[in-house]
Each structure stands twice: as structure tokens, then as C-alpha cells.
């Protein structure tokens, strides 16, 4: 049982595909509904809601990107690219061979931000009600700097698990992942859950997995999700998760954004940070934060103007 991998797991109990505790929601559910089932169980998804086309436009953008790291051509050594940090030193010679995780206001291909575009999509869609009703607030701080932008290479991964609130922050209630495609079991990497987490952290291997005899015992709360672009699962800080891995080699370009209530929100997790409240009604950014020190105001600006706007980045 220690040893097996995804591509076993789905052999052998299929059932973990299925959802069998009912926590795949579409756009007609109510947001307190969602965010009760939230608290019960850990994680939920939202069904379509992003836009399919406005995903693989991102993908497309963020893909360019990998593809430049690496090139001195295309990122020459200074700090401040179009007022945004450079890649980090580790990709100053390609990615990893399991791809590679940026800052989100890194990611860009010209004057497309990606990120930005896709934060401004979240905030029209119908799942903004939802983090509100889990914030308990619609003033919300999005913490930029515990956000990540994910080019993954599907290989081969053991079964384990992890706790946002050890490997993150003990302090951020949430996280909200978005796949910028389809992502099927079995095909393509993406996340898994163990549903009904406790109100705790775990005990951890040295390498901040709670290891495969936690999942393998709790089989019957497993769920490997199947997105379809332009669904998003939330996941809570203690909810154990983990990525999927089948070998498959196959690409997958997502993000994981954390948010918090404003007034709640630690100094240190503000630098950058994007402000949403409402005006007239309407999720709006109503202010940034990002100290001197920090390369990300155009991507700030850029998120501020389409959310504004709704125009595509490279129109920015």
C-alpha cells in the first residue's frame, strides 16, 4: 500500500473520481450553501465559472513565457522589466524537468499578464460572491505574495499530502486553485483532496507530507477531481491535498490564489496585495499595496485597468 502511486489509486479505486459527497456546485447554488459546505468538508468545486476562452488565451500567454526562460535575449539582467521583477535565478537556464512556479506578477508574454486577467475574470464571475460569503466580508485583500503561478510537467507522483496552513501560511483560511484547462484523472496532473480535514495541523514527514499512510487509511474520503476549464476548486488551510501525477508528460499552467478579509489580513502578507470591495454593488479593486522595495506595480496596474475594463492585457 506505501508505495503506490496515482496511476494505482484510480486502478484500483475508481470510486475516488466520483463525487461522492456532493461538493461540485454550479452557478444556481446559493454562496452561503457553498461556503457551509466549505467549513463541513474542506474543499469545494465551482462548475464553470471562468470563462473556457479567456483560460486558453492565458494558457497560451503563460506558455510563451516558459518558453522564454532561459534565454538571456529575452530577459536581459536587469531588475525591472515594464516595471515587474524579472524570473527568479533558478530558472536562468530553463525550467525544471517537472516545469516550473512563479510569482504571479512575473508571469507575462509582452504586455500580457495573465494573471492579472484571470483575477479580473474571477472578480466579475459568479464565484466572487462565494469568497465573500467564505470571508464573511467583501472587503478582501488578495495576498499576491502567497500566490503562485504553476507550469507542471505530469510525472510520475507517490501518494501524500499536505496542509496549506504548514507549507503556507498558518494564517490564510483559504486557497482557490484554477486550472487553465481540462483536467482529467488519470490523463493530466491536477489536485486531489482529502475531504473532512481536521481543525488542526498534522504531524509531518521532514518534508512537510503527512505521507501516504494518512491518505491510503482514508480512501473513502479521497477525491480526484475531473475540471473542465473554467472550474475552480477552494480548499481550506487544513483540508490535506496533494498533486496528481500519472507520467504522462502532458502540460498544466493553473494558479492559486489566496485572499483573506482585509481587516484581518497580517502586514507582512500585504506586500503586494490587491483590495476588493464594492462599489454600487459591484466587486471592485479599491486599492493595491506593494512597498518600494517590491517590482509588481504594473502588474497592479494592469489587474486594476481589467478589472475596470474587462480589456485583454495585451490592449494594456
Known amino acids: 500500500m506505501q508505495n503506490l502511486n496515482h496511476c494505482d489509486v484510480i486502478a484500483r479505486y475508481p470510486e475516488v473520481q ?29 462548475r464553470g465559472a471562468l470563462s473556457a476562452d479567456t483560460l486558453l488565451t492565458c494558457a497560451e500567454s503563460f506558455r510563451r513565457f516558459t518558453h522564454s526562460l532561459g534565454r ?79 507550469h507542471g510537467i505530469d510525472r510520475h507522483l507517490g501518494v501524500g499530502a499536505h496542509q496549506d496552513a504548514k507549507v503556507v501560511a498558518p494564517d490564510i483560511p483559504f486557497s482557490i486553485w484554477i486550472p487553465f484547462h481540462d483536467v482529467t484523472p488519470g490523463q493530466n496532473s491536477g489536485l486531489g483532496f482529502v475531504v473532512q480535514p481536521p481543525d488542526f495541523i498534522l504531524p509531518t514527514l521532514p518534508h512537510n507530507d503527512v505521507g501516504s499512510d494518512y491518505v491510503l487509511s482514508r480512501l473513502e474520503k479521497v477525491w480526484l477531481p475531473t475540471y473542465r476549464a473554467g472550474d475552480m476548486t477552494i480548499h481550506t488551510k487544513y483540508s490535506p491535498h496533494f498533486t496528481t501525477g500519472y507520467g504522462t508528460l502532458s502540460d498544466r499552467y493553473s494558479l492559486e490564489i489566496r485572499a483573506m478579509p482585509r481587516d484581518s489580513a497580517p502586514s507582512d502578507h500585504l506586500d503586494p496585495a490587491l483590495y476588493i470591495g464594492r462599489r454600487n454593488g459591484v466587486p471592485t479593486i479599491t486599492g493595491t499595496g506593494c512597498l518600494p522595495g517590491t517590482a509588481a506595480r504594473a502588474f497592479l496596474a494592469s489587474s486594476t485597468q481589467l478589472a475596470k475594463t474587462g480589456a485583454h492585457p495585451a490592449k494594456i
Open 18 to 46: 466520483s463525487d461522492r459527497h456532493g461538493l461540485s456546485f454550479p452557478s444556481q447554488a446559493a454562496p452561503s450553501e457553498i461556503a457551509r459546505a466549505l467549513s463541513c468538508f474542506g474543499v469545494v468545486m465551482l
Open 72 to 150: 538571456k535575449s529575452r530577459w536581459p539582467g536587469r531588475l525591472r522589466l515594464g516595471g515587474d521583477e524579472r524570473p527568479d535565478a533558478q530558472w536562468s537556464g530553463g525550467e525544471k524537468d517537472i516545469g516550473s512556479w512563479h510569482k504571479l506578477w512575473v508571469v507575462r508574454d509582452g504586455n500580457q499578464r495573465p494573471a492579472a486577467a484571470v483575477i479580473s475574470a474571477l472578480l466579475k464571475s459568479w464565484a466572487w460572491p462565494v469568497v465573500e460569503a467564505i470571508s464573511g466580508t467583501t472587503d478582501i485583500a488578495i495576498l499576491l505574495r502567497a500566490c503562485m503561478a504553476r
